[in-house]
């Protein structure tokens, strides 16, 4: 294509992209599907890249995100950015309007809004662009969080229509709960399959969409941040020129300049109309698609804002009204005990089912014995839920006048509920673990479902729910039994299922699931030697760490042997994951078992793959490769460009090493002789590239 076909072709698409998005993101009505709309996209993504001098900076393509930021610049509010007055309490809010009647003279009129759970950003515009992003920081300055903001859809980059010079728009951004909820679910699996302890991973995921929305906009890569679906709402317009008469008005017109503005706003005519709007969504709020922890009251008016001012901090003119979080009575059934893969103990309370935020809560989390004790939980008690933007629900207290006189108080187990081995509890820490690691079933199926998952040995048509059955029914008991099971012994057998809240079903092998499942088995031996590591499940061998190891040791007996000081030698790896390692490799079962595992066929040694072994190490140098060799002529090549250097096809004086394999040509071999060119075999070009010096 030619530069002038290319700088029309890009400005059609910026157009007609920016209208998709516009319909999608503020009308929600797309007129086109989200395919068309990525062929559109990446057809203007090529065009850019071929043809740069014509991408714009507000490109639909930006949406994307860009650069990384390394640190965000401070920037100060042209406008400080107050905070509100808040008030829980209706009388209160009925003071406030008592206030502004006494101070204006009169009733005056509201605009109630909602208020959205996420945060606070301020937006500069100049002639219609978008200029900068600062978040609130201290009200005064905040960061230039620009680059950022850009990726989320639902803030235009360019406006339309009748929009003043120069002005900023505040809003708020937020993560809605559905985004919040599938994000935090991948990345607990992320988590699980690196990995990271199940005890660890609460706190390493996000509590709730406010602090998923407020982690994403400080991330310094902006392709990470795109990936988070953040939206916003805007809500106040600032500009040196007086654009309107009222706070509605305004509202309408930022709306007609592109922006998203909630439909879930009212003017009321006065405190009795605040109430209902108050009232209506304490009970609508469960059904929005994003959170909000209250309403916002402001007075209509500019020039009754203008009388009534500001004290030292906030608005006079506003306040916000803010909800309770959302509590329910129920009554304790039973505490549950749950077992992790590593052992750890969760007690759950499982409760009398009560709908709870839109969700029928069956189940709280209790954390740990010193939560238990700190509620001074008894059987049966009525206990409040509260649901405060997270997940899992829990028990912020008991109702103790409806505690049965001779009910029992809630004891802590000593011994695990699966394998009935005394709990330890280490110095310093928590939580209980089961420390029967070898033979606890729980932790036991725990972590063979670990073995097969995706990331580790991938075993297609085996899941977790099969496996935990095949484990009841005595058919494995290690990793390595997977390997001896026979079709014959899968065919037609019948084992029991539960599912979470603890129903049985039965389930059955039929004869095509169980020939997917050897077949999944069998492909699997071919899985490479640092999954087979993380496999295993040793605590603290994520991926990266396994992945490190076997390319340090090359092969499982060079592991096995290596002793602690060696291993935790290692750049990244330390004391606690040697320590794991060796007491791993010191018990005699884990030893067996890895020996069989070997013998069925498993990856036990590093392979060749000289798409993995990439430097600059034969930079500037020519090679020619002449002959057979242990590894094809292709690979050897490979390995030649992946690590800087040049394949020619030729002897010329020029040439810096000749890689003289078996049978090669006599002639090739004089005229690289009277050429006095370096010839090396595949053995000295290997040691070539892992050594840094040439000559
Ligand atoms: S108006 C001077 N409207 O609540 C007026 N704020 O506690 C400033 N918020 O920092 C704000 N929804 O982050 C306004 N509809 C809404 C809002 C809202 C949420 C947040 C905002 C502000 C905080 C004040």
Redesign the pocket.
């Known amino acids: 294509m030619n530069s002038d076909l290319a700088q029309k072709r890009i400005a059609e698409l910026s157009a007609e992209l920016k209208q998709h998005n516009y319909n999608y993101y503020i009308l929600s009505q797309p007129s086109i599907s989200d395919f068309e709309f990525d062929i559109l996209l990446k057809e203007l993504e090529q065009l850019e890249k071929d043809f740069p001098a014509f991408a714009k900076s507000d490109s639909p393509t930006q949406q994307v995100g860009g650069d990384i930021t390394k640190n965000f610049q401070q920037v100060k509010h042209k406008y400080p950015?107050?905070?509100?007055g808040?008030t829980y309490s209706k009388e209160e809010l009925q003071e406030f309007d008592t206030r502004i009647q006494n101070a204006i003279g009169h009733a005056v009129e509201y605009v109630c809004?909602?208020?959205?759970?996420?945060?606070?950003i301020s937006i500069s515009y100049e002639n219609g662009k978008l200029v900068r992003a600062v978040t609130?920081g201290d009200g005064v300055q905040g960061d230039d969080v620009t680059q950022n903001v850009k990726t989320i859809r639902s803030i235009p980059h360019e406006l339309k229509g009748n929009f003043p010079p120069s002005f900023e728009i505040?809003g708020?951004i937020f993560m809605h709960r559905k985004t919040f909820e599938r994000l935090n679910n991948e990345l607990k699996t992320e988590l699980l399959e690196q990995g990271v302890d199940e005890d660890k991973i609460a706190e390493r995921l996000y509590k709730n969409p406010r602090n998923f929305a407020s982690g994403s906009l400080k991330m310094q890569d902006s392709k990470e941040v795109a990936k988070r679906s953040l939206d916003a709402?805007l809500?106040?317009v600032y500009s040196d020129v007086n654009l309107c008469e009222t706070h509605s008005e305004s509202l309408k017109m930022a709306e007609s300049w592109g922006f998203k503005v909630?439909d879930h706003f009212k003017i009321c005519k006065d405190i009795d109309e605040v109430m209902n709007f108050v009232n209506t969504y304490d009970k609508e709020r469960q059904n929005l698609s994003y959170e909000?922890d209250g309403v916002?009251i402001?007075v209509n008016n500019y020039s009754f804002q203008k009388e009534l001012g500001f004290t030292a901090k906030?608005?006079r003119w506003?306040i916000?009204y803010k909800y309770k979080a959302e509590t329910a009575i129920s009554q304790l059934r039973e505490v549950t005990y749950q077992v992790g893969r590593t052992g750890a103990i969760t007690p759950v309370a499982n409760l009398t089912p009560v709908q709870l935020a839109g969700t029928t809560v069956k189940r709280a989390s209790l954390y740990n014995a010193d939560e238990i004790e700190r509620l001074d939980l008894h059987a049966f008690d009525t206990v409040f839920v509260e649901k405060g933007g997270e997940i899992i629900p829990k028990i912020t207290g008991v109702d103790t006048s409806k505690r049965d006189l001779f009910a029992q108080k809630i004891m802590y187990p000593s011994i695990c509920p699966e394998c009935q081995t005394p709990l330890v509890r280490k110095e310093g820490e928590a939580i209980h673990y089961c420390p029967n690691d070898s033979h606890c079933p729980t932790q036991l199926i725990g972590r063979m479902e670990h073995f097969i998952s995706r990331r580790a040995m991938n075993i297609e048509g085996l899941g977790g729910e099969t496996v935990a059955g095949l484990f009841k029914k005595g058919l494995i008991r290690s990793y390595a039994d997977l390997y001896e099971l026979k079709y014959e012994q899968l065919n037609g057998l019948e084992f029991e299922s539960e599912d979470e809240a603890g129903n049985k079903k039965k389930r059955s092998i039929k004869e095509k699931s169980a020939e997917n499942i050897i077949n999944g088995i069998a492909a699997s031996k071919s899985i490479p030697f640092e999954r087979v590591l993380f496999a295993l499940g040793i605590r603290m061998i994520g991926e990266t760490v396994a992945k490190k190891l076997a390319q340090q040791f090359e092969n499982i007996d060079n592991l096995m042997q290596a002793n602690g000081e060696k291993i935790a030698s290692l750049y990244e790896i330390g004391e606690k994951i040697a320590e794991n390692l060796t007491r791993f490799f010191a018990d005699e079962d884990n030893v067996a078992m890895v020996q069989r595992l070997k013998a069925a066929g498993l990856q036990m040694e590093l392979a060749f793959n000289p798409d993995e072994i990439r430097s600059n190490k034969l930079a500037g140098k020519k090679f020619l490769v002449s002959g057979s060799f242990s590894i094809s002529r292709d690979e050897l090549k490979k390995l030649i460009e992946h690590n800087g250097g040049q394949n020619v096809g030729s002897i010329s004086k020029s040439l810096d090493f000749l890689i003289a394999g078996d049978k090669m040509g006599p002639e090739k071999l004089k005229k690289a002789t009277d050429l006095n060119i370096k010839m090396i075999s595949e053995e000295e070009f290997m040691q070539l590239i892992q050594e840094s010096i040439i000559s």
Do not use: C, H, W
Not at 113 to 120: I, Q, R, V, Y
């Open positions: 950015m107050l905070s509100l808040n809004e909602l208020k959205f759970d996420g945060l606070a609130r505040r708020e709402f809500y106040f909630s909000i916002v402001k906030v608005p506003a916000s």
